[in-house]
């Protein structure tokens, strides 16, 4: 086990060395200069030259990546240019809304995925079966953006239970889910289909090995043989999925903030690029990277503590 | 042939029909304005009704099909392109220091979100069609690495590639000469997979405006646009959406139908 750990850690620690390397290139190197990109085309040679000197610019390329390195590290992710506040700042006042969102739409759809797909392996090729494939086929083929506009016409214009967008702040923790949760909805549901059908075909795989037969010889109905034997056992596929799914959430909530004019990161991202704040977009693409990796590492580890097999095998 | 492969070919080939005719046909310009004529809801004159500039949506979605579909090709392109190469030396070279850095490298891309990718391009080289189609390809890469890999691997334990290589045959030529043709199956199976993606892709980029720039129409602008107008026309927001989707999902029955149907072990399973 120790030794897989540790082989897990070079590889994050890899992982995140090149990431920030490819990052750092492509906003700092790649454009040319970044503070004459910054300020577009009307800029005076005196101002391009001051925020050069301010961006540190001036100094060699190296010096520069390990500046920003260590000073992520400690939490300083620099100042927004537009802002003028530090990047940390404005990344923490976004990720209260963008964390509890990926977050909650996780939630839902392990809520909506879990029972589909136990239903669907139950009665498989029955009618059920057939309806919930059925179903998560028009899931999956669903932009979640457009999805999010049609909740919005269902659930907030003609029946109006929930707003169409913008968020109250955390005060009022009721108000606070009811934003929140139209553009879970949309984000959950496309995933919820994905794992529902791989949640499916691991207990259908499972349902034929041999323990499950001595399950049911020694007298367990099928339903009891699922829940207690299968289940579990179909779970290694599904957790590689919803790891997975956690970053597509993370990475989607950019696109259905928007719908929804949510503050949160995605909306951020996206002001920085439209005023061309490289800093910000940096550091905060730097950020939704490292959540990723993270993400897939904390995963990495959970397989090993459920199945033995995997540890040793390295 | 079952029904859901015949269904997908029919949804994709409806698709590729709508996208290859609007190359010289549409009902109406899809460039002209006509203000007079906005916002109408379907009708005999105008099938899909009329957006906010007056623009035919039916001419609108088949010239959009085009910027889809080929947004998605070329990605895939790209993908299998740089993907299947680089998959078949990993596999060829197994353990070897190439196929460790084959492999990293697309755990690397991995890790990036295709979104996020496509966000850094364009805000390094601004939005445009080419840039979203990077973006998208880009993320195509490991897919069909891993999945050439996967599939080459299995081969090379096998007879008929062992005596191959002792008939004196190279390992490129091997991998071009038998491990290709036989892999081809799960590349087209893949390749139907990453091109409904790359269209969900295309969508989601165009819709925040760092995909196809107007006039060029796409599915994902039109979607953007009407999101204002949703209370006032709802069908301006509606069939660009079911656009979209009734695309994907012919494109993901076919996938599903076409791997049943190239193995046959799968087949008699079913």
Known sequence: MQRYLLKRLVSLALSLLVASLVIFAAIE???????????????????????????????????????????????????????????????????????????????????????????????????????????????????????????VLAFALHWQVFPAGGFPGWSDPVQAFRALTLPAVALALPQAAILARVLRSALIETLGQDYIRTARAKGLTGGQTIL??????????????????????????????????????????????????LIVVESVVMILVFAVILVTFLVDLAYAAIDPRLRKRT | MRLPLLLGLALSAAALLAALVS?????????????????????????????????????????????????????????????????????ANRGSLIDEVVMRGNDLIFAFPSL????????????????????????????????????????????????AEVAGKGRIRISAEHILPNILNLLIVQGTIQFSLGILAEAGLSYVGLG??????????????????VTIAPHV????????????????????????????RLRRAA
């Open chain 1, 228 to 277: 207690y034997h299968a289940l579990r056992n179909a779970l290694i596929p599904v957790l590689t999925i919803l790891g997975m799914q956690f970053s597509f959430l993370l990475a989607g909530a950019i696109i259905i903030e928007n719908v929804f004019y949510l503050p949160g990161l995605g909306r951020l991202i996206f002001q920085a690029i439209t005023q061309r704040d």
């Open chain 2, 237 to 264: 927001a509606l069939f660009p959406g079911l656009a979209i989707v009734l695309t994907v999902l012919g494109l993901n029955l076919m996938g599903d139908g076409l791997r049943d149907h190239l193995d046959p």
């Open chain 2, 116 to 163: 996020v990718i496509a966000i850094l391009i364009t805000a390094v080289f601004g939005p445009s069609a080419t840039n979203a189609i990077i973006a998208i390809g880009i993320f195509n890469i490991p897919v069909f690495a891993r999945v050439t890999r996967g599939g080459a691997l299995s081969l090379w334990t096998l007879d008929y590639i062992r005596a």
């Open chain 1, 29 to 151: 190197v790649v454009p040319g200069d970044p503070a004459s990109y910054m300020l577009g085309l009307n800029a005076s040679e005196d101002t391009v030259a001051a925020l050069r000197d301010r961006l540190g610019l001036n100094e060699p390329v190296p010096l520069r990546y390990l500046r920003w390195v260590v000073g992520m590290v400690q939490g300083d992710f620099g100042q927004s240019y537009t802002y003028k506040v530090a990047v940390a700042e404005l990344v923490a006042q976004r990720m209260v809304v963008s964390l509890p969102l990926a977050l909650y739409a996780l939630v839902l759809a392990v809520v909506i995925a879990f029972p589909a797909g136990l239903l669907a392996a139950a009665k498989r090729g029955r009618v059920a079966d057939a309806a919930v494939m059925g179903a998560t086929q028009v899931g999956i083929a669903l932009p979640n953006f457009w999805f999010a506009m049609l909740l």
């Open chain 2, 23 to 91: 190359l010289f046909w549409t009902p109406y310009d899809v460039t002209a304005l006509a203000i007079a004529d906005k916002l109408q809801p379907p009708s005999p004159a105008h099938w899909l009704g009329t957006d906010h500039f007056g623009r035919d949506i039916a001419s609108m979605l088949m010239a959009g099909a085009q910027t889809s579909l080929a947004v998605a090709l070329v990605a895939v392109g790209i993908g299998m392109g740089l993907g299947v190469p680089l998959g078949l030396l990993a596999a």
């Open chain 2, 212 to 229: 196809a720039q107007p006039p060029t129409p796409s599915w994902g602008r039109m979607l953007a646009e009407a999101q204002t107008m």
